[in-house]
């Protein structure tokens, strides 16, 4: 089945850790996003990538990285940068082609304690 | 640039309709409809591109008013699954930033017996 998985779907980190999340789509879509939820603000996003090893900031980039160096996948870091990292981050894919629509993974919600 | 959603919230019950509706200050390419219910993925809908045309998919349709930017989503005969919030992703082009997703806020659906 073809589809966008994310992993873990809660994550638990302290204060001053970084963790990286994982987002691997099998859709052969060439564009990936990372999007933050917070209840009552709807979907931010964080990065974007339409191409492989490239990758551009979105309207809160702040405190945190990414990588594409592979089409299928698009790890989001979290680093210790990131004042208020606790929320629901989103990953999503895309062909190219601006008739089409982007399509979205599970989620993870990740708590800092 | 954040497109504005109205109402915030509804409440129906079943076999009532609702209007949910996706303002912007800009102008768009296209209008994209999703719905998420709690803790999950976003779940597209559909897609209206400027030209003011109107889609239906079964009970929900939707249109897109090219001259005021707005577009419209209609749910008739609503459904306890039709639960969930609704949110409108605006796209102001085809090419580069023009081309990503620009999220409202909104609108909760609570459908009940």
């Known amino acids: 089945d073809g589809g966008i998985t994310q992993s873990p779907k809660y994550l638990f980190r302290k204060e001053g850790q970084n963790v990286t999340l994982s987002c691997e789509q099998n859709?052969?879509?060439?564009?990936m996003y990372w999007y933050r939820q917070d209840p009552g603000q709807g979907l931010r996003l964080i990065y974007y990538?339409?191409?492989?090893?490239?990758?551009q900031k979105g309207d809160i980039a702040e405190g945190y990285s990414v990588s594409r160096e592979k089409k299928e996948s698009f790890p989001l870091t979290v680093t210790s940068a990131q004042k208020n990292p606790t929320a629901f981050y989103l990953c999503?894919?895309?062909?190219?082609?601006?008739?089409?629509?982007?399509?979205f993974g599970p989620g993870t919600r990740l708590t800092v304690l | 640039q954040q497109p504005v959603q109205s109402p915030q919230a509804v409440i129906l019950r079943e076999g009532e309709d609702a209007v949910i509706n996706c303002s912007s200050s800009?102008?768009?390419?296209?209008v994209h409809w999703y719905r998420q219910k709690h803790g999950e993925a976003p779940v597209f809908l559909m897609i209206l591109l400027k030209g003011g045309e109107q889609k239906g998919h079964e009970k929900i349709s939707a249109s897109f008013n090219e001259k005021k930017q707005q577009s419209s989503l209609y749910l008739t005969a609503s459904q306890l699954s039709y639960s969930g919030t609704y949110f409108c992703?605006?796209?102001?082009?085809?090419?580069?930033?023009?081309?990503?997703?620009?999220f409202g806020k909104g609108t909760k659906l609570s459908v009940k017996p």
């Open positions: 990538s339409q191409i492989v090893n490239d990758f």
């Open positions: 992703g605006t796209m102001l082009g085809s090419l580069g930033s023009q081309g990503n997703l620009i």
């Open positions: 800009k102008a768009l390419y296209s």
């Open positions: 999503a894919s895309s062909t190219r082609r601006a008739t089409d629509t982007q399509y």
């Open positions: 859709l052969n879509h060439d564009a």
